[in-house]
């Protein structure tokens, strides 16, 4: 049986005939026990299977001494004990537009995965349940305990979904930086010809393409809606914007990262255990799961020494400072403005943070946030104004693609949003 098999399929009763599921063997070993009298000492079994409970539940007892900060927030559910008190609750986990790894990064619960079933109905999950929009769509309101939602808002279907499963659901999550931010998908906001510029690049002159588009008397783009002998085929529709998820419905929580990280995965698990077993209060609203109050700079163990750059450089082209503060090194990072809680997984192996984490509270605009960061290393102090406009125009030339280095994540969410062209007339 596969995983997945194993994950949703319908709890089996356990038989101890040893017939290890199979039905013939088990009307075998049953004709081969029936004659056989019980012993009278069995029924005495039953407290010593019993007496392990209160052992077992001791511990449970202990977390109210104060745990160490760093103790796993999973660490009360070893495995997910069977269906909460109240019954199971509903789980639905949508992916919009996003690359599948929030999909994948699920999978961080390790062992839990295989007994998340025990506690929750899983009523969507498109990669690995069969659950279809009109089974949803035929749900009363609120119905669904928790949503998480993963991607972007890119087309007419992303839309559609994340609005039904916000009108079912009593709880969404926005999961991933795609959903909290835009993330990569939201770069498309900077084409100005929008979508139709998109699809003539994609399916008409990108090189992949063109051998075959020449061989046509008219370019061939995927269409919308197309009438087939067995009725109309129709696929969604693309927008000229892409969004973050709390910018088309209400957002309860969001956890942000490309992907959360495993520590953040299981602080959303054991919040839903706890709200789900135990009646535990939940956050309040609009928390984000997994970060500080730092930046990740703040977080960083690299050491600073505000050097002056002078040259920006990639990773590769240097042998990188295993100890040195990235920036000092001439490798531009995002880690000033981008929010702490990752645990600086990037920066700790001579990776620059590219900022998927978002911005902090006080940043209202990465982007020019990282700007500042950049500028203030420029040599341009009263004691050494070595660095003119030119050089630092040079300097700033070298990055490649700025605004897809310093909004790889946060597009959605930046003033920019989109490009704009201006239209004959000045409009």
């Known amino acids: 049986m596969g995983f997945f098999e194993r994950l949703f399929a319908p709890k089996k009763k356990k038989c101890d005939c040893g ?69 199971k609750i509903k789980l639905a986990i949508y992916w919009a537009a996003g690359c599948g790894g929030c999909d994948v990064s699920l999978l961080d619960t390790d062992e839990r995965i295989l007994t998340v079933a025990d506690m929750a109905d899983i009523v969507m999950w498109p990669i690995a349940a069969d659950g279809k929009e009109h089974d949803v769509a035929s749900m009363e309101d609120k119905e669904i305990t928790v949503s998480i939602i993963n991607g972007a808002v890119r087309n007419t279907e992303n839309e559609h979904m994340v609005k039904l499963l916000r009108q079912k659901s009593l709880l969404v999550v926005s999961y991933g930086t795609c959903a ?59 927008y000229d914007v892409v969004k973050s998820l709390d910018q088309v419905i209400d957002v309860d929580y969001s956890i942000p990262g490309c992907p959360p990280t495993q520590e953040s995965i299981r602080q959303l698990l054991a919040t839903v255990a706890n709200f789900a077993y135990n009646g535990v209060a939940l956050p309040p609203k609009g928390t984000m799961v997994g970060v500080t109050e730092k930046t990740l700079c703040e977080e960083c163990p690299r050491k600073k020494e505000m050097r002056r750059i002078t040259k920006i450089v990639e990773p590769h082209e240097i042998d990188v400072d295993p100890e040195l503060c990235l920036m000092d090194q001439g490798i531009l990072c995002l880690g000033p403005a981008t929010v702490g809680g990752c645990g600086s997984k990037c920066t700790r192996v001579a990776q620059p943070c590219r900022g998927c984490y978002g911005p902090t509270k006080v940043v209202s605009e990465m982007g020019s946030s990282v700007f500042t960061a950049v500028a203030s290393l420029f040599p341009v102090l009263d004691k050494d104004p070595i660095c003119g406009e030119d050089d630092i125009i040079e300097i700033m030339s070298s990055v490649k693609d700025p605004l897809g280095y310093f909004y790889a994540f946060t597009m959605s969410k930046s003033l920019i949003k989109r490009s704009v062209v201006e239209k004959k007339g000045g409009q």
């Open 180 to 238: 909290c931010f835009g993330g990569s998908p939201a770069l498309a906001n900077l084409v100005p010809g929008g979508k139709d510029e998109l699809l003539d690049y994609v399916y008409v002159k990108c090189p992949s393409m063109k051998a075959f588009q020449d061989t046509q008397k008219t370019p061939v783009i995927p269409q919308t809606s197309t009438m087939t002998p067995d009725g109309e085929i129709t696929l969604p529709r693309l």
């Open 19 to 87: 017939c290890e599921g199979d039905p013939k063997k088990h009307e075998e070993k049953a004709e081969a026990v029936t004659p056989v009298t019980l012993p009278a000492a069995a029924p005495e079994q039953a407290p010593v299977a019993a007496a392990p409970a209160p052992v077992a539940a001791a511990p449970a007892a202990a977390p109210a001494a104060k745990a160490p900060a760093d103790t796993d927030p999973l660490s009360a559910f070893p495995l997910l004990p069977g269906a909460p008190p109240g019954g």
